[in-house]
């Protein structure tokens, strides 16, 4: 469990900017230390849950350590094969959800931060989940990956201009979508042990 967090990593569990945090850390509100020798600053596990509870911004993500991710599509074979891969890995806190509808409910209040995106979903398509998404600003930060079995590169560019993040075309490989996911969230690739 990681006891010291960089200024970037404290924004990224807070759902701030970096700048907001380094603010925070100038003016005193979030206490922590300078590395000796040079201008980084570093925040303590303890000192960042207290500032976190004292400002109302949710705890779990720092008490699990884990990566929300969310995933949505109506095959249900895969979804079972995503989830166990997901939280084998052990460093995700997953949901899963089989049509549009849900989604848009999970990603309000589960709060992921990837949403892995079915695009051919039974009720609305996933390009509405990405516009509903990047509709709600506080929602600036969850990532999307898109996966469908369509590849027309009009129909991709349409899905990157609704605010996709990746997309990948069915079948895939689960270790590459992996490495896609731990890509966009900053996360190191192979699974510390």
Do not use: W
Request: charged letters at 30%; hydrophobic letters at 40%; glycine letters at 8%.
């Amino acid at each position: 469990m990681k006891t010291v967090f960089t200024t970037g990593e404290a924004a990224k569990i807070c759902k701030v900017s970096q700048q907001t945090i380094i603010r925070c850390f100038d003016s005193g509100q979030l206490k922590g230390f300078r590395v000796p020798g040079s201008r980084f600053r570093r925040i303590p596990r303890d000192q960042l849950y207290t500032f976190m509870r004292d400002n109302g911004i949710p705890t779990d993500a720092l008490d699990s350590g884990k990566r929300k991710l969310l995933i949505v599509d109506d095959d249900e074979d895969l979804v079972d094969l995503l989830v166990d891969h997901f939280q084998r890995d052990g460093r995700f806190d997953v949901r899963s959800v089989n049509n549009g509808f849900g989604a848009g409910m999970q990603i309000k209040e589960f709060r992921p931060d990837l949403v892995v995106l079915d695009i051919m979903l039974p009720d609305i398509n996933g390009l509405e989940v990405c516009q509903l998404v990047r509709g709600d600003k506080s929602m600036d930060d969850v990532r999307i990956i898109c996966i469908s079995g369509m590849v027309e590169e009009d129909k991709i560019q349409k899905l990157r201009d609704a605010g996709a993040n990746d997309f990948m075309k069915k079948p895939f490989d689960v270790d590459a979508l992996t490495t896609r996911v731990c890509q966009l969230l900053d996360v190191e690739t192979a699974a510390s042990s």
